[in-house]
């Protein structure tokens, strides 16, 4: 069960990274675009040159940190998720809305962000960054090439995660 866990934060991890990466330093930078056509003009040379030694300064073992950093943010919407599914589940099945009785009161919310942020961090060395095992997982990734699997996967995941956090919502409104 917790090579399975494992393998699901990586996917999750991995596609967030891809995308970012290729949405953000790929398409939306025009210093990319340029560098893919031949000038014979100095200056768009320069920026050009100026690009690649950004991103180049950036890598560290084939991944780009800021973006790496960045989609960091997928591991803890997963342990959102799960509290969620906790939250849903005392409010259908023991009829105790948990989410009003941490919302109003103080004295339970902020030690209980305290909690998500020390059980993120764990989470977060346990599954990815331990022993470096997400640049594992990516060197994978990308050598099986099995992309419509993985972001099938993330693509189902998100689906499930925002109609869960829909019905909580709904759950706190009502």
């Known amino acids: 069960m917790r090579k399975l866990l ?8 991995y596609c967030t990274y891809k995308l970012l990466f290729i949405l953000c330093w790929r398409m ?3 210093l990319y675009w340029l560098s893919l056509l031949k000038w014979d003009n100095r200056y ?3 920026l050009v040159s100026i690009g690649k030694k950004t991103e180049e300064a950036g890598m560290d073992k084939g991944i780009y940190l800021p973006y790496s950093s960045r ?5 803890f919407i997963i342990i959102c998720w799960i509290f969620s599914l906790v939250c849903l589940a005392c409010t259908k099945i023991l009829r105790v809305q948990l989410v009003r ?3 109003e009161n103080d004295i339970i919310f902020y030690p209980l962000l305290i909690v998500f942020g020390i059980c993120g961090y764990y989470i977060n060395e346990i599954f ?15 050598k099986e090439k099995k992309y419509l699997l993985y972001y099938g ?3 189902v995941s ?9 019905l909580l919502f709904i759950e706190i409104v009502v």
């Open 158 to 166: 998100l689906i499930v995660q925002f109609a869960t956090f829909y």
């Open 153 to 155: 996967i993330y693509v």
């Open 44 to 46: 768009i040379k320069w």
């Open 6 to 13: 494992e393998k699901y934060y990586n996917i999750n991890y």
């Open 28 to 30: 939306l930078n025009p």
């Open 71 to 75: 989609a960091l943010i997928t591991p």
């Open 128 to 142: 990815l960054f331990k022993n470096d095992k997400y640049e594992k997982y990516f060197a994978k990734f990308d």
């Open 101 to 103: 009785i941490i919302l």
